[in-house]
């Protein structure tokens, strides 16, 4: 999470979304900056609103918005899929290293301790209701509108440098998966395809 007092904006860093890329260089702009630890890096709007806007709004900062890039559902979960089959956490419980994606995406659906802390993209942007609240969402996959809306509000030209990428993995998913993933992932696709 990145948040710049001057320029009225909270850079919300939704997993598998570029966030350390825009981290990098945002960062050093911004007046608050929580990255290194997941668990702070990663906080979500419901989280945001409740414990770090008060605080803000304490100090006489009542108009920041909020921002964050959504990526497309199942893609976002392939993203979670490659960055767990990862080298250096084999042998773990959350390590995808002989699964395949079909197989991921199954366990993901029926709620397996191998897919613990992947969460779920909806309910990143919402509120306490459930209502995406997030003031500017963009697609993943049209980042160029994002480094716009970013480079407009800052006012200066800003370069997002590929980082953290998730090592290669084969997308195997079966018509069957793919069809409960799409039902399942269907207020994720609503709020992507209202995204900017």
Request: glycine content about 6%.
């Amino acid at each position: 999470m990145l948040i710049s007092i001057e320029k009225k904006i909270a850079f919300l860093a939704m997993t598998k979304a570029a966030s350390t890329s825009i981290e990098m260089a945002l960062a050093p702009r911004c007046d608050i900056a929580y990255y290194g630890n997941p668990r702070v890096k990663h906080i979500s709007y419901r989280r945001y609103s409740r414990f770090v806007a008060p605080y803000l709004a304490s100090l006489g900062y009542n108009d920041i918005e909020t921002c964050c890039l959504f990526r497309e559902p199942v893609d976002w979960l392939f993203s979670w899929y490659r960055y767990r089959s990862r080298p250096e956490i084999a042998g773990r419980p959350q390590s995808t290293a002989g699964l395949s994606f079909d197989e991921f995406a199954g366990l993901y659906l029926a709620g397996s301790p191998t897919t613990k802390g992947v969460g779920r993209p909806s309910k990143f942007v919402a509120d306490k209701d459930g209502t995406p609240s997030v003031t500017h969402i963009f697609k993943y996959d049209n980042l160029p509108a994002f480094r716009k809306f970013i480079e407009n509000r800052f006012g200066e030209p800003l370069h997002f440098d590929r980082l953290n990428e998730s090592p290669a993995g084969e997308f195997t998913l079966s018509p069957e998966t793919g069809a409960r993933l799409t039902e399942f992932f269907a207020p994720e696709y609503e709020i992507y395809e209202s995204a900017r």
